[in-house]
T-cell receptor, first 113, second 112 residues
Framework: ETGVTQTPRHLVMGMTNKKSLKCEQHLGHNAMYWYKQSAKKPLELMFVYSLEERVENNSVPSRFSPECPNSSHLFLHLHTLQPEDSALYLC????????????FGDGTRLSIL | GESVGLHLPTLSVQEGDNSIINCAYS??????FIWYKQESGKGPQFIIDIRSNMDKRQGQRVTVLLNKTVKHLSLQIAATQPGDSAVYFC???????????FGAGTRLAVHP
C-alpha cells in the first residue's frame, strides 16, 4: 500500500552466504535509499541513488553492495555478513534526491546466524 | 550477553486528548524536517514535513512546529485515537542528497 515493495520480508542467513534484498517502487520516483534499523541505534542511512547513480555512501562496509539497474528497482547484495548486521533493512524512495519526503517500504528483517 | 535496545521515551495519553511529541535536532544548518510514524512490523510512514523558512505547518489532525532558535521540533496530534499508537520519529536534512538524520523516536501509547 505504500508503493514501495520489499522482498523477502524475512531472511535468515549464515555468515558465509550470499543473498540479495530487493526493493521496487511504483511511485514514479527518481531517488531511492537503503536504511538500516537496528535495536541499538536510530535509523541509519546507508546509500542514496539519484537517477540510478549512487550519490551517497554513508561509510558502509563493502560486504554490502547496492545496485540500481533502473529508477524503479534497488538491490542490496549481501556477502560475508557479521552477526551485528542483523537488523531491519528499509528501502525508501522520493520524487527527487532533494527536500522531498521519502516513502518507505516495510523492510526486510535480516538475521545472521 | 544480553542485547540492549534503544530506550524509547513513552508518551501515554487518553483517547480524545491532544498529544505533543517533541524533538531536539542537532544542526542549525538543517533546512528540512520531517515526521514519521512507525507501527509494529511496518516501515516508517510519512506524516508531515516542514522547511526551515516556515515555523508552522498543519495537516489533517497534525501540526508541526519549528523553533529554529532553540533547534526544537514538535508534532501535535489532535483528538488522539488508538490507531495513533506507534513510534514517532523526527528527522532533519543536513545538506547533501536528501540525507536524513533520524532521532531515536518516541513511543505514543493511547489508552481508551
Amino acid at each position: 500500500e505504500t508503493g514501495v515493495t520489499q522482498t523477502p520480508r524475512h531472511l535468515v542467513m549464515g555468515m558465509t552466504n550470499k543473498k540479495s534484498l530487493k526493493c521496487e517502487q511504483h511511485l514514479g520516483h527518481n531517488a531511492m535509499y537503503w536504511y538500516k534499523q537496528s535495536a541499538k541505534k536510530p535509523l541509519e542511512l546507508m546509500f542514496v541513488y539519484s537517477l540510478e547513480e549512487r550519490v551517497e555512501n554513508n561509510s558502509v562496509p563493502s560486504r554490502f553492495s547496492p545496485e540500481c539497474p533502473n529508477s524503479s528497482h534497488l538491490f542490496l547484495h549481501l556477502h560475508t555478513l557479521q552477526p551485528e548486521d542483523s537488523a531491519l533493512y528499509l528501502c525508501a524512495s522520493s520524487i527527487s534526491a532533494d527536500n522531498q519526503p521519502q516513502h518507505f517500504g516495510d523492510g526486510t528483517r535480516l538475521s545472521i546466524l | 550477553g544480553e542485547s540492549v535496545g534503544l530506550h524509547l521515551p513513552t508518551l501515554s495519553v487518553q483517547e480524545g486528548d491532544n498529544s505533543i511529541i517533541n524533538c531536539a535536532y542537532s544542526n542549525s544548518a538543517s533546512d528540512y524536517f520531517i515526521w514519521y510514524k512507525q507501527e509494529s512490523g511496518k516501515g516508517p510512514q510519512f506524516i508531515i514535513d516542514i522547511r526551515s523558512n516556515m515555523d508552522k505547518r498543519q495537516g489533517q489532525r497534525v501540526t508541526v512546529l519549528l523553533n529554529k532558535t532553540v533547534k526544537h521540533l514538535s508534532l501535535q496530534i489532535a483528538a488522539t485515537q488508538p490507531g495513533d499508537s506507534a513510534v514517532y520519529f523526527c528527522a532533519e536534512r543536513i545538506g547533501g542528497y536528501n540525507k536524513l538524520i533520524f532521532g531515536a523516536g518516541t513511543r505514543l501509547a493511547v489508552h481508551p
